[in-house]
């Protein structure tokens, strides 16, 4: 039984000073998710979990034209985009906003990284802001990026502050790497066994 954990190894705070301005979002490497044989088994609500395979760097410029990096930690434990099952035909679990979903996710509760940190209105609408900042970058259809941000702005503030324990696990862990198969190495096998 792979563990869970309440924080990644490195504990960053990845909050700006509040009225920070979120301009020129930019995607800084490729997104990895896994969804591991046993998910089903580690569901947290109603569909499986997720987690991130690897860290997922992204960046955004504030006003004065200083480039932030955030980096989304391997490991952290994701439901993909929340949306209530009602409301999947109009904005489904995964889309090109999924990655500005994962950065949201990550935001909602990298507060809870911070030993002494708690939830402020800043770093909530900073989360928010960015995940609009994502989806324009993305390219996300105008009204339905404006669609997400109303309703994660109006809706999300319980996920915000709520406190979340298990929001970690370490890829590393053999119960994640056994259930693992590295492609260039199976494709070299069977290359080798004139297997095509």
Known sequence: MMKRYDHPADRVDPYPPAGAQVRR??????LVLLRLKDAVRLRTGEDADFIVGRDFAVSWEDGDGVRHPIRVPAGLIT?????PRLWRWIVGRVGPWLEAAIVHDYLYIAWQDVPGRNPTRADRRFADDIMLAAMVAAKVNPIRARLIY????????SSF???????????CDPAVTEQLVSPPERARSGAEEGVT
Do not use: M, N, P
Request: no cysteine.
């Open 25 to 30: 979002f930019r995607y800084e490497s490729g």
């Open 79 to 83: 439901d993909l985009t929340s949306v």
């Open 150 to 157: 109303w309703t994660v702005t109006v809706f999300g503030g």
């Open 161 to 171: 502050v709520q406190r979340d324990r298990d929001r970690y696990i370490d890829v």
